[in-house]
């Protein structure tokens, strides 16, 4: 287990998370806050964020739009919670063909009108066959996220990613929130779980990590095995479909003998029958 420097927190393995009151859970947190969120380098190339030693995947926030920019390839929320900080909320977009329409015929050109203006005014551009719609990172379902313009006071949950040295959300859903009761019921939430849980270190004793490392294995076993059953069934499907060829190129070869023998009866019975009427005996 790694310590972080200057700090006596301790990270745990990944077998532990399992355990932990953060990892499998939305969390909710200020955007202050999501920002104050730091890696492992025991968890290099894992998307996984830590405030002092809770591991953290998922978060919910609650504030408003104050921003919406759109760029190729995504649309870019900025959210204001009053936590002191702003933060980017990245909504994928998605490109797909248009259903298709009418075709209409293609002025051809004439003498009155030359034909780049034919072309500039009638040719069908790469947007105007392509529509655009946006996707939530994790499962890459379709989000309409029109209601989601400055001054719109909403719940979202995302991911969490780095770009350029900075904390950003990835949007998986999203609710409009209508009530001002209810955003009070959020931040209430959000500073006692901040108090009770993410300031207070995430303790596990000796015991309760060889546990979790024995469960651990345990899984890791079934896995195998899981995964053995599968190599098994996939080779007796394989061992069944030679059989069966076999036996069709059997039944088959042993068809076309029988044939042969017909065939051959057949062409004998011919021979005999014309000798009888003393033809081909010359």
């Given amino acids: 287990m790694a310590t972080v420097s200057n700090e006596s927190l301790v990270f745990y393995p990944a077998f532990c998370f399992k355990a932990s009151p953060t990892h499998f859970t939305w969390v909710k947190m200020g955007a202050a806050d999501v920002h104050r969120l730091r890696k492992s380098n025991d968890f290099v190339g894992q998307n996984i964020f830590f405030y002092n030693n809770h591991p953290i995947q998922f978060v919910s926030l ?11 390839r995504r649309t870019i929320l900025t959210l204001d919670d009053s936590s002191g900080a702003t933060i980017d909320i990245a909504v994928l977009k998605k490109e797909t063909p248009k259903p298709s329409t009418t075709s209409q015929p293609t002025p051809t050109a004439s003498s009155e009108n030359p034909e780049w203006s034919s072309f500039t005014l009638t040719a069908p551009t790469a947007t105007s066959l392509t529509q655009t719609t946006h996707i939530t990172s994790k499962d890459h379902d379709e989000i309409d996220i029109s209601a989601l313009q400055p001054g719109t ?8 990613s780095m770009f350029r040295s900075r904390m950003q959300l990835h949007l998986e859903r999203f609710w409009l929130v209508r009530d001002t009761n209810a955003e ?4 209430d939430a959000r500073l006692r779980f901040l108090i009770e849980v993410l300031s207070v270190p995430w303790v596990l004793t000796d015991e309760e990590i060889e546990t979790l490392r024995n469960d651990a294995e345990r899984c890791d076993e079934r896995a195998l095995e899981d995964k053995r059953r599968v190599e098994r069934a996939a080779r007796k499907k394989i061992e069944r479909e030679e059989r069966h060829a076999r036996a069709i190129a059997r039944r088959y070869e042993k068809e076309e003998n029988e044939r042969e023998r ?3 009866k057949i062409r004998e019975d011919g021979e005999r029958l014309m000798r009888k009427f003393g033809f081909g005996s010359g």
């Fill in 184 to 187: 009070m019921q959020f931040l």
């Fill in 62 to 72: 609650v504030g408003i739009i104050v921003a919406r920019t759109d760029i190729p």
């Fill in 262 to 264: 017909e065939l051959r």
């Fill in 153 to 160: 006071l909403v719940r979202v949950k995302g991911t969490l």
